[in-house]
């Protein structure tokens, strides 16, 4: 029992009310983030990232400019939390999906033609490139490494199921991790926009073949 609460009996009752309007504070908070993502995702889609402003995104929630700004510095820091937003739900829906595949390499090929098809449905939807998504840019690469840390997550896992069911045998599974995913980083939406269908399928296809068959036949050198 806090000493306040012997002190003043009414402390108890004070404390409780201001933990309830702090978690109402919270539940607010989360609303409006809420409402200004999917208002601001749905003229990203529509428009592209360079021609939405926070001014579009205000109209577009039905709250003022001053509120965007009080949860978002800009519209690029906006765009990076949708798009991390995306990319976990999107990697906890495929994880989902790999549930009931047997471990091994054949898991892991899968894992990735999950992404692809879901790389050139998303592409379908997007007006453009959002140029935040591009490495090179200064809003692009913490963008591209959150997304990284949690495909690696994932492949640590399949790579660990792997080694226990025996298929699998490397000296070290995040080196081996690391090397997949460096592997697979040319597959994004640019290259999924830039190339011919049948080149990117034929690349595709190709590329996991040599992943196949280098995990099965690693012999513990990695």
Not at 31 to 39: E, W
């Amino acid at each position: 029992m806090h000493v306040l609460s012997v002190i003043f009996p009414d402390f108890r009752l004070l404390m409780k009310k201001v933990r309830i309007q702090e978690m109402n504070a919270e539940k607010t908070d989360n609303v409006k983030k809420d409402i200004i993502k999917r208002s601001a995702r749905d003229l990203f889609f529509r428009l592209g990232l360079t021609k939405t402003s926070m001014a579009d995104i205000a109209v577009q929630s039905g709250m003022a400019k001053p509120t965007l700004y009080y949860y978002y510095a800009n519209k690029e820091a906006l765009f990076e939390e949708i798009v991390i937003d995306e990319a976990k739900n999107l990697l906890d829906e495929i994880e989902g999906e790999l549930s009931e595949t047997e471990p091994g390499a054949g898991k892991m090929v899968l894992f990735f033609e999950k992404i692809y098809q879901r790389l050139i449905i998303q592409n379908k939807l997007i007006a453009e490139i959002p140029e935040v998504m591009c490495n090179h840019m200064p809003h692009g690469r913490p963008v591209v490494d959150k997304i990284r840390e949690s495909m690696i997550d994932i492949i640590i896992n399949i790579l660990n199921e792997g080694r226990m069911s025996g298929e699998l045998k490397m000296a070290s599974v995040e080196a081996t991790a690391q090397a997949v995913i460096h592997m697979m980083s040319f597959m994004n939406l640019e290259w999924i926009k830039n190339t011919s269908e049948e080149v990117r399928d034929q690349m595709f296809s190709e590329v996991m073949h040599i992943l196949m068959n280098g995990l099965r036949g690693r012999n513990g050198k990695i």
